[in-house]
């Protein structure tokens, strides 16, 4: 099963995350498949760069998101996307 998730790769006390797809299984900051953006929150406001097309085709191929993606893709419409994609198909 894949997940989207963040893998952090911050330094100490300065957290920087990357959004990328992995298989469940893989550790939090282990191998992954895709790199579909950025999310940095000592930015204010927390400052999140996203690919939504291939965002969108990851959630349509089955790739569930991790709690804090889900959060994330709520704030930039995503999930608005993928419903709106299903309706006109």
Known sequence: MLRIRLRRVGKKGRPYYRIVVTDRR???DGAYIDGIGHYDPMADPPAVTL???RAVNWLRKGAQPSDPVRRIF???GI???VHADERTD
């Open 74 to 76: 709520d704030f930039n």
């Open 26 to 28: 893989n550790p939090r």
């Open 79 to 81: 999930f608005d996307k």
């Open 51 to 53: 690919d939504e097309d």
